[in-house]
């Protein structure tokens, strides 16, 4: 199975101030029809985790433009330009690539300062 | 709308069997695969399996191959997550999702089914087993 290491485990940014969370596979996410598919779920306190990125780079509908997502192969990096209070929870990755069995990383917890 | 409403917290014992629910709502059941994913404290977001609900195929983790059961009723436009003897280890929080963006790949007679994302998510439902 695809290992998926995110780091750092938790965060503290101060509001305005921008974040950069980052995402390690195993093995190469690019499926042999030239796709990478790497996601971000973003689950806030008390509530069921939420799609913010699929394929990488894409947002999804709703999603706002302070959020994007980075990487290729191996390394991703979801980064919010200005952090602010609604952003907290805790941040998954994920890889659709190699499947069964989808894998998550272990979370990234964002707080505020 | 879209949604994915899940059946209520249960609290079991060792050994017993147990079928949570996942109903959904605002769109065409058959068109789109469903997913049980489960949560806990230590081990985080753990994917268990995922259902085509037009012809009940079904493919499961390795970890929990044998020791749970997806289905679907199409009349009723649910999906179910079954066990027959659970263990303390099943206590966790259980999410169904929708997937999206799913991609098919045929090639000399077998396919392979990859991609898709996972939205909407049902609320949760709460499992706690005791032994």
């Known amino acids: 199975d695809v290992v998926m290491t995110q780091t750092p485990l938790s965060l503290s940014v101060t509001p305005g101030q921008p974040a950069s969370l980052s995402c390690k596979s195993s093995q190469s996410l690019l499926h042999s029809d030239g796709k990478t598919y790497l996601y971000w779920y973003l689950q806030k306190p008390g509530q069921s985790p939420q799609l913010l990125i699929f394929?990488?780079?894409s947002r999804f509908s709703g999603v706002p433009d302070r959020f994007s997502g980075s990487g290729s192969k191996t390394d991703f990096t979801l980064k919010i330009s200005r952090v602010e209070a609604d952003d907290v929870g805790v941040y998954y990755c994920?890889?659709?690539?190699?499947?069964?069995?989808?894998?998550f990383g272990q979370g990234t917890k964002l707080e505020i300062k | 709308e879209v949604q994915l409403v899940q059946s209520g917290a249960e609290v079991k014992k060792s050994g017993e069997s147990l079928r949570i629910s996942c109903k959904t709502s605002?769109?065409?059941?058959?068109?789109?695969?469903i997913t049980w994913v489960r949560q806990t404290p230590g081990k985080g977001l753990e994917w268990l399996g995922r259902?085509?609900?037009?012809?009940?195929?079904?493919s499961y983790s390795p970890s929990v191959q044998g020791h749970v059961t997806i289905s679907a009723d199409r009349s009723i436009s649910t999906v179910y997550l079954q066990w027959y003897s659970l263990a303390a280890s099943d206590t966790a929080m259980y999410y169904c999702a929708r997937i999206g963006g799913l991609y098919k790949y045929c090639t000399d007679g077998s396919c392979s089914v990859f991609g898709g994302y996972f939205d909407p998510w049902g609320q949760g439902t709460q499992v706690t087993v005791s032994s």
């Open positions: 605002g769109y065409s059941f058959s068109t789109y695969w």
């Open positions: 259902i085509d609900p037009s012809d009940s195929y079904t």
């Open positions: 994920m890889q659709g690539t190699h499947v069964p069995p989808y894998t």
């Open positions: 394929q990488v780079s």
